[in-house]
């Protein structure tokens, strides 16, 4: 089946820092969505990708859907100790396709 | 958000009780989804509903059945809970196939 894949599993960054995620893909995909999971709570959505080589942004959020339609990444500028949780890719294939997520990365912030 | 709610937000269970979570929503949505969250897994689809007493499963589905009676309510019943199936239940909701909206989870522990 389609996978995406999200690597490392955790990143250790310093507060003031920019940090980069990429998620890959063998298949294409037509929209992309990345999504952030704070502890205790569910997944909510980030920024949303539906046009190969969009790059979109969302404060000091910026995520691009790769030229190819197998990848996007998320950039973060400047991360805060908020910026903490869990981020998720996720991909559709068509219009009555169900989302695609990746397995997720930890993102820690240090002070 | 206010617009879907899972109950009951934490559960302990014994191995061989049947076991059924809800998953309420205000906003009118089509589509809604039950996932699990295991490390290691990310979130892995259990069964998905497309419209009332339309159901399937996804890819996680054994020992997991669910019923949509109504737009607003998607029930997702362990018939006989195992250790394996400890876990972070998510539900989901879509208007349409894409960015998805999450309820807060429910922790359930089978012991």
């Known amino acids: 089946g389609q996978q995406l894949n999200q690597s490392p599993q955790s990143m250790f960054i310093q507060e003031g ?15 992309w969505l990345w999504y952030k999971q704070d502890p205790g709570e569910g997944p909510v959505l980030l920024i949303a990708l539906y046009k190969a080589g969009e790059l979109t942004s969302n404060g000091r ?10 990848d996007s990444f998320l950039n973060i500028s400047a991360s805060i100790p908020s910026d903490v949780g869990i981020y998720f890719c996720a991909g559709l294939t068509g219009a009555n396709s169900k989302l695609t997520f990746g397995k997720g990365i930890t993102l820690s912030v240090r002070p | 958000d206010a617009g879907i709610t899972q109950s009951p937000r934490h559960k302990v269970t014994e191995t061989g009780t049947p076991v059924t979570l809800r ?8 589509y809604m989804y039950w996932y699990r969250q295991d490390p290691g897994h ?12 339309d159901t399937d499963k996804g890819e996680v589905s054994d020992g997991y059945s669910v019923s949509r009676s109504k737009t607003e309510d998607f029930l997702l019943t362990l018939e006989s ?18 960015g998805y909206t999450f309820g807060s989870g429910t922790r359930l522990t089978v012991v």
């Open chain 2, 42 to 53: 990310g979130l892995r689809l259990i069964h998905y509903s497309y419209g009332v007493k």
């Open chain 2, 81 to 98: 809970a195992t250790s394996s199936q400890t876990s972070v239940y998510f539900c989901a909701i879509s208007a349409a196939a894409g």
């Open chain 1, 17 to 31: 820092e920019d940090v980069s995620m990429n998620c890959t893909s063998s298949s294409i995909f037509n929209t």
């Open chain 1, 61 to 70: 959020l910026t995520a691009q859907f790769g030229i190819t339609r197998k």
């Open chain 2, 23 to 30: 998953c309420h929503q205000t906003e009118n949505h089509r």
